[in-house]
């Protein structure tokens, strides 16, 4: 399609007749969408879900003016610096519909996530027939193109997650307000601007990556007008006003987030972090293309992209320069659709980025980021479509759209079940290839959870630097190993935890019980009396000396006097001594005639 066959983006009247064919195209995509994430309405909660909704939930909104007086995560005592009153509201008020049925919040993802679809079904009709299409023909190529993104598992993580619906609001919101803009802006400019004012505010109460929904406006102005550079600029100036709502987003932002105390009394600091450096411009560029290659290539999806390699990074930033220019060229042919796509996707992106960032997290990937900048490239699927569907006819984008289609419903269902529980998410994780240490913590965590301990020794066994590093792995790896009655390699990892100095006596103690227990008592004992001497609290002293008493002569009641009288004596040393006081106290039981009896 060339620039001269171009109708005028926002000035040429749309034709907005509607065909009985368009519902069934409603139907279908509405069809599509639910049978993709038909197998998302879990009974589960996960990850942040549990603190905003269901039985754990902290939120407590006794007036919803307070959603607007707080960070979302004020109830957890951590200082985010996330200012999201709107989504606060929402989830009180689903705790009140639903309260502990867990699979109606659930639900209402899936129902936000099909009004996007539908939403994004009708504005690709608008922007396909301002471009030229016919009615039919735009609403072919609008059908496979929404079809895509409803089925597409890089979404799934959003539609899962109770807590990321805020990226589904911040699309409907987009979509709506440029719709609104474009369907009104030559005939009633202000009532366009007013409504795309509204939908904005709406959305940057929701979620913070809204804010850049000017920009995309903006830039869909420019790039799919067909008008000379000044008039594209005084289409867009009343843009501008905007600032207002952005002034009192800031405004009710910096009220609400600089009202919180530290420990000490004192107001906490909020606002960004520094601004980037060489290095956090390299990783944001290496993410915002491997964000285009999870969109493009949504398999095998994960929480967790590990840090690509200076050559990986070189070769993606590399990649995005030729598909920049590619989309530049293009554009100056009269051929719009990538540079649009691209535009909305670089724009979108910006907040996930963390080039300049509101709540001082570095730059990284996460499914829950490419959501609302997919719609942008969505648009350049559309056009694309209509444009083979013009030269070639419908045949050939059904045939191959249709499969594809199907593929990615399959992708999405085993990706909904992944996300079903907390513990198939991790594990999956895991097997896919993913080693860091906080993801392999969370794993461990949940294979405890679940008594997997043969799975918990095989990632200990895999990972023995991780062991080193983190006392908290080394010591479930040496209880998972004790379960399964390994003691020396239970021993080995107590070891490991013994290398950090907070953790040295209660892992050589853990060390000196299996030791006696498998028979080697002068070696336990040794042990018993290297942290006894090493401690310097005389009272903690003295409660070792019984405990090693009961651990060597289990049962001789003589021994059993002994260690009472060290207990006893570490009372008299530390009167407030609990686990002194609860040692005499279960000798005493131990000594009872009741516990001689039985």
Same mark, same amino acid.
């Given at each position: 399609?060339?620039?001269?066959?171009?109708?005028?983006?926002?000035?040429?009247?749309?034709?907005?007749?509607?065909?009985?064919?368009?519902?069934?195209?409603?139907?279908?995509?509405?069809?599509?969408?639910?049978?993709?994430?038909?197998?998302?309405?879990?009974?589960?909660?996960?990850?942040?879900?549990?603190?905003?909704?269901?039985?754990?939930?902290?939120?407590?909104?006794?007036?919803?003016?307070?959603?607007?007086?707080?960070?979302?995560?004020?109830?957890?005592?951590?200082?985010?610096?996330?200012?999201?009153?709107?989504?606060?509201?929402?989830?009180? &008020?689903?705790?009140?519909? =639903? !309260?502990?049925? %867990?699979?109606?919040?659930?639900? *209402?993802?899936? @129902?936000?996530?099909?009004? /996007?679809?539908?939403?994004?079904?009708?504005?690709?009709?608008?922007?396909?027939?301002?471009?030229?299409?016919?009615?039919?023909?735009?609403?072919?190529?609008?059908?496979?193109?929404?079809?895509?993104?409803?089925?597409?598992?890089?979404?799934?993580?959003?539609?899962?997650?109770?807590?990321?619906?805020?990226?589904?609001?911040?699309?409907?919101?987009?979509?709506?307000?440029?719709?609104?803009?474009?369907?009104?802006?030559?005939?009633?400019?202000?009532?366009?601007?007013?409504?795309?004012?509204?939908?904005?505010?709406?959305?940057?109460?929701?979620?913070?990556?809204?804010?850049?929904?000017?920009?995309?406006?903006?830039?869909?102005?420019?790039? &799919?007008?067909?008008?000379? =550079? !000044?008039?594209? %600029?005084?289409?867009?100036?009343? *843009?501008?006003? @905007?600032?207002?709502?952005? /002034?009192?987003?800031?405004?009710?932002?910096?009220?609400?987030?600089?009202?919180?105390?530290?420990?000490?009394?004192?107001?906490?600091?909020?606002?960004?972090?520094?601004?980037?450096?060489?290095?956090?411009?390299?990783?944001?560029?290496?993410?915002?293309?491997?964000?285009?290659?999870?969109?493009?290539?949504?398999?095998?999806?994960?929480?967790?992209?590990?840090?690509?390699?200076?050559?990986?990074?070189?070769?993606?930033?590399?990649?995005?320069?030729?598909?920049?220019?590619?989309?530049?060229?293009?554009?100056?042919?009269?051929?719009?659709?990538?540079?649009?796509?691209?535009?909305?996707?670089?724009?979108?992106?910006?907040?996930?980025?963390?080039?300049?960032?509101?709540?001082?997290?570095?730059?990284?990937?996460?499914?829950?980021?490419?959501?609302?900048?997919?719609?942008?490239?969505?648009?350049?699927?559309?056009?694309?479509?209509?444009?083979?569907?013009?030269?070639?006819?419908?045949?050939?984008?059904?045939?191959?759209?249709?499969?594809?289609?199907?593929?990615?419903?399959?992708?999405?269902?085993?990706?909904?079940?992944?996300?079903?529980?907390?513990?198939?998410?991790?594990?999956?994780?895991?097997?896919?290839?993913?080693?860091?240490?906080?993801?392999?913590?969370?794993?461990?965590?949940?294979?405890?959870?679940?008594?997997?301990?043969?799975?918990?020794?095989?990632?200990?066994?895999?990972?023995?630097?991780?062991?080193?590093?983190?006392?908290?792995?080394?010591?479930?790896?040496?209880?998972?190993?004790?379960?399964?009655?390994?003691?020396?390699?239970?021993?080995?990892?107590?070891?490991?935890?013994?290398?950090?100095?907070?953790?040295?006596?209660?892992?050589?103690?853990?060390?000196?019980?299996?030791?006696?227990?498998?028979?080697?008592?002068?070696?336990?004992?040794?042990?018993?009396?290297?942290?006894?001497?090493?401690?310097?609290?005389?009272?903690?002293?003295?409660?070792?000396?019984?405990?090693?008493?009961?651990?060597?002569?289990?049962?001789?009641?003589?021994?059993?006097?002994?260690?009472?009288?060290?207990?006893?004596?570490?009372?008299?040393?530390?009167?407030?001594?609990?686990?002194?006081?609860?040692?005499?106290?279960?000798?005493?039981?131990?000594?009872?005639?009741?516990?001689?009896?039985?």
């Amino acid at each position: 399609m060339t620039r001269t066959q171009t109708h005028e983006f926002l000035n040429s009247p749309a034709d907005e007749a509607r065909t009985p064919s368009v519902w069934w195209a409603i139907l279908m995509l509405a069809v599509i969408t639910m049978l993709a994430f038909a197998n998302a309405a879990h009974d589960e909660l996960v990850l942040d879900d549990k603190v905003f909704v269901g039985p754990e939930s902290t939120l407590d909104l006794k007036d919803n003016r307070e959603a607007f007086l707080q960070d979302i995560w004020e109830k957890k005592s951590i200082k985010s610096s996330l200012y999201r009153p709107l989504l606060l509201i929402n989830f009180s &008020l689903e705790n009140r519909l =639903f !309260g502990d049925w %867990i699979t109606g919040y659930h639900l *209402v993802n899936i @129902l936000t996530h099909l009004l /996007a679809c539908l939403l994004l079904f009708g504005f690709l009709m608008h922007i396909l027939q301002k471009l030229g299409g016919s009615s039919k023909t735009a609403m072919l190529a609008a059908l496979l193109a929404s079809m895509v993104f409803a089925a597409h598992p890089v979404h799934t993580e959003v539609v899962n997650s109770i807590f990321n619906r805020s990226s589904i609001y911040v699309s409907i919101c987009a979509i709506a307000g440029l719709w609104w803009l474009s369907h009104w802006l030559d005939r009633r400019p202000v009532i366009a601007w007013l409504g795309l004012a509204l939908f904005y505010s709406i959305g940057i109460l929701f979620k913070e990556s809204a804010l850049v929904i000017p920009g995309i406006a903006v830039a869909l102005i420019i790039i &799919l007008s067909d008008m000379n =550079f !000044g008039e594209r %600029i005084r289409r867009f100036l009343p *843009v501008l006003g @905007l600032l207002i709502p952005i /002034a009192l987003f800031f405004y009710l932002r910096h009220l609400a987030l600089t009202t919180g105390m530290n420990d000490a009394g004192d107001p906490v600091a909020t606002g960004a972090r520094p601004l980037p450096d060489l290095d956090s411009v390299l990783a944001v560029l290496g993410n915002l293309g491997r964000g285009l290659r999870v969109i493009l290539w949504p398999n095998p999806l994960q929480m967790f992209y590990r840090e690509p390699s200076s050559v990986e990074l070189g070769l993606v930033i590399m990649l995005q320069v030729v598909l920049l220019a590619l989309a530049v060229y293009l554009f100056l042919k009269g051929k719009p659709g990538l540079a649009a796509g691209l535009a909305f996707y670089y724009i979108a992106m910006l907040p996930a980025s963390r080039i300049i960032s509101l709540d001082k997290v570095m730059p990284h990937l996460a499914e829950r980021y490419l959501y609302f900048p997919s719609v942008g490239l969505t648009i350049t699927l559309a056009i694309a479509l209509m444009n083979t569907i013009t030269r070639y006819g419908p045949r050939l984008p059904v045939l191959i759209g249709m499969p594809l289609i199907v593929f990615l419903t399959v992708l999405t269902w085993e990706r909904n079940h992944e996300w079903s529980t907390e513990y198939l998410l991790f594990k999956t994780e895991y097997d896919r290839g993913y080693r860091g240490h906080g993801a392999i913590r969370l794993i461990v965590g949940k294979l405890v959870e679940a008594k997997d301990f043969q799975g918990v020794v095989k990632i200990c066994e895999e990972n023995p630097e991780a062991q080193a590093m983190s006392f908290y792995f080394s010591n479930t790896c040496a209880y998972s190993y004790l379960h399964l009655k390994r003691a020396d390699d239970a021993i080995g990892s107590f070891e490991l935890t013994a290398q950090h100095k907070k953790h040295w006596a209660k892992a050589n103690l853990a060390i000196a019980d299996i030791l006696i227990k498998t028979g080697r008592l002068q070696e336990g004992a040794d042990r018993y009396a290297e942290v006894i001497n090493r401690s310097d609290d005389p009272a903690v002293k003295e409660v070792l000396k019984g405990l090693l008493n009961l651990e060597l002569y289990p049962g001789n009641r003589q021994k059993m006097l002994e260690a009472k009288e060290y207990f006893e004596k570490a009372l008299s040393i530390d009167p407030e001594s609990e686990l002194a006081r609860a040692w005499v106290k279960q000798v005493d039981s131990m000594l009872s005639p009741r516990a001689d009896s039985l």
